[in-house]
């Protein structure tokens, strides 16, 4: 049986070998810019979304939907179109903040896209005039780049540059929804005055089409050496629609088309073939979701003819989402990730059906019966609310499925994940990481865990508090939930693990049986030279039916502080007495147990001090520290959990 195990796990190693070389530029290989130029189709025709004309759609809406549709337009219709000043920019570089700038520019958008899809829902004209002022005063707004997103220019405060508008996250999300207000509403906006549409045109052109035409520097687009986040299909996504409902000359359409097309091809190029998302399932409906949104785009504007769903990549990349939920609202959160999350519902279950996977399927239908999705409008995007409306029977009609999956192995990203019963959110759960201390909105956090038990959490990670300036500098790694001393890890010889490539995991191995499921990875090469580490193999073993079990086996050059084995939990921590540590969950109690004789234990609560957080971990957290007592360069330490 071992023989046999060795060979399957080889194969699969092998298997994903291969598969790395497949995806390659997957979509430039496959399609040259002359064959992407005959498959695009010539007029806007390719749009499968409802027409506002098709009123026997919007009026046949559930009345409960058509009803808060209109609502949330009327509300808007006192929406007094606050300008977003130039101190709001200057926030960021003088406190931090992002917020300042970001809340009225995001309440702007907001606004307008209500206006729309209760124009659309009423189809009477009502909000006409509303939503020019909303189109107007967005057009006139300097920039539509986020004021965390800005070149920095020295000894000066931060503000737009407008002679070189920055394509980013915000500037694409706002010429996109102006180019769909245009679509759905030109003849409308035409019968009051054209300049109100040639207005978008203009803006959308001078904000967004030309500088994606004329630059290939901007860090997300992939021309460089820098490897891709979810910024890339994000951006890229929004821009190919801006050219696709705007882009009159057929000839530029299709070079910059062809251009988004080389450019997402730089995202999969740094994608793992296990398909997961080294940002987590939070950054997972802007990555890969928001790819599949790229090819899904990509599919409509050419009949079909550009697909390539059938990929193992993209069949992977869609998986992880179902493969990564714990019980609602939990996921596996590592990195910038937070543990409470949600999905797309719409998104997923277009996601399954485009690769003809069941279990996505289900997992949307779902969620979309959890959300009770057929008596409240949808969130996202605009061209997203209205696909889902537009699905809105077909999900709900499909067999709801929760993924309560049995394990998984992800070999390339090194990530484990396994519940005690399959199907059932019963006993416990947990998941476990290698890799390496340079990911995506990384954390060093290179052998860490999460464990839940009934679907609920116990030890945990902590996640990422609200982003400001201080999250995305120099100074990250100050922030504590960053730090591996706050994640469930040893600190070793006083040290912490440090930042950068070169710090990972060795030897990750993975292991799944009836009986029970084991990770393990030599995490001494996440630690700087100062922690004297020559080895510290950190093992997990979920015995099903029984415990779950931490091991360390480790090796120092030298003991100059006692070994810290942290555990950062959402539990009530009581040491009991020596040797044992009371958790009490919600609706469960744990006994962790350990070696009184190596190991002693103390707790300290951590406040939150952070929206983002408490949203999490109402409360704070506990962290349990158990300092080493001996003074061995080598040994074994063991921690167990057990029901009751």
Not at 497 to 526: C, E, L, M, W
Request: with cysteine; aromatic share 12%; glycine share 8%.
């Amino acid at each position: 049986m071992k023989t046999i195990f060795i060979t399957l796990t080889l194969l699969v190693q092998l298997s994903f070998h291969v598969l790395a070389q497949d995806h390659k530029n997957l979509l430039t290989s496959r399609y040259t810019p002359q064959q992407v130029d005959a498959m695009l189709i010539k007029d806007q025709s390719w749009v499968s979304l409802p027409a506002y004309s098709d009123r026997n759609f919007w009026n046949n809406l559930p009345p409960a939907i058509r009803t808060e549709l209109i609502q949330r337009g009327e509300e808007a219709l006192k929406f007094n179109w606050d300008v977003v000043k130039a101190t709001d920019f200057m926030a960021f570089t003088r406190t931090g903040n992002r917020d300042v700038m970001q809340n009225p520019n995001g309440a702007r958008k907001k606004a307008l896209q209500n206006l729309a899809l209760a124009e659309l829902a009423e189809g009477k004209g009502r909000f006409t005039d509303q939503l020019i002022n909303g189109i107007w005063a967005i057009s006139e707004q300097s920039s539509w780049a986020l004021s965390a997103h800005l070149p920095v220019t020295k000894n000066a405060d931060l503000l737009p540059d407008i002679t070189r508008p920055v394509i980013d996250l915000g500037s694409a999300d706002a010429g996109a929804l102006l180019s769909w207000v245009h679509y759905y509403f030109r003849p409308l906006l035409d019968k009051v005055n054209p300049l109100v549409s040639a207005r978008i045109r203009h803006e959308v052109r001078e904000k967004i089409l030309e500088p994606y035409y004329t630059r290939n520097d901007f860090w997300w687009m992939g021309f460089s050496d820098r490897p891709m986040n979810n910024w890339n299909p994000w951006v890229n996504y929004n821009v190919m629609q801006c050219i696709l409902l705007l882009e009159d000359d057929a000839a530029r359409r299709s070079k910059y088309i062809y251009k988004a097309i080389t450019s997402i091809d730089k995202f999969t190029n740094s994608y793992h073939a296990d398909g997961a998302c080294d940002e987590g399932p939070s950054y997972w409906s802007h990555a890969g979701g928001k790819y599949f949104e790229c090819l899904e785009l990509l599919q409509h504007a050419t009949g079909g003819k550009l697909n390539v769903f059938s990929h193992p990549l993209i069949k992977n990349m869609g998986n992880y989402i179902s493969n990564v939920y714990i019980n609602a609202p939990y996921y596996v959160n590592f990195a910038d990730a937070s543990a409470k999350g949600g999905v797309n519902e719409g998104m997923v279950y277009r996601y399954g059906k485009a690769i003809g996977d069941d279990v996505m399927m289900g997992f949307g239908s779902w969620y979309a019966h959890q959300d009770s999705m057929d008596t409240h409008p949808p969130s996202g995007t605009i061209e997203a609310v209205i696909a889902d409306l537009m699905n809105l029977k077909e999900i709900m009609a499909y067999t709801p499925r929760e993924p309560l999956i049995n394990s998984h192995w992800y070999p390339q990203t090194e990530v484990a994940i396994a519940r005690e019963y399959p199907g059932s959110q019963r006993g416990f759960y947990f998941a476990a990481k290698g890799g390496h201390n340079a990911e995506s909105h990384n954390h060093n956090d290179v052998g860490t865990f999460i464990l839940y038990y009934d679907g609920k959490p116990c030890l945990v990670d902590a996640g990422v508090g609200t982003y400001t300036r201080q999250t995305f500098s120099p100074d990250r790694y100050k922030i504590w939930t960053m730090q591996s001393s706050y994640h469930n890890l040893p600190e070793i010889n006083g040290t912490a693990q440090h930042a950068g490539r070169n710090y990972k995991a060795t030897a990750a191995a993975f292991s799944a049986t009836p009986k029970a499921v084991t990770f393990s990875a030599d995490i001494a090469s996440a630690y700087p030279e100062a922690a004297k580490v020559k080895s510290w193999k950190r093992g997990y073993r979920m015995n099903r039916g029984g415990s779950f079990v931490i091991t360390d086996n480790y090796t120092l050059e030298a003991l100059q502080t006692p070994p810290v084995l942290h555990l950062l939990t959402a539990c009530k921590a009581t040491v009991t007495r020596p040797g044992q540590i009371k958790l009490e969950g919600d609706g469960f109690t744990l006994t962790l147990h350990y070696d009184a004789k190596k190991l002693e234990a103390g707790v300290e609560h951590i406040d939150n001090n952070d929206p983002r957080l408490e949203r999490s971990w109402p409360g704070g957290l506990n962290r349990i520290a158990l300092k080493g007592l001996g003074n061995e360069v080598k040994g074994e330490l063991k921690v167990e959990v057990k029901k009751g």
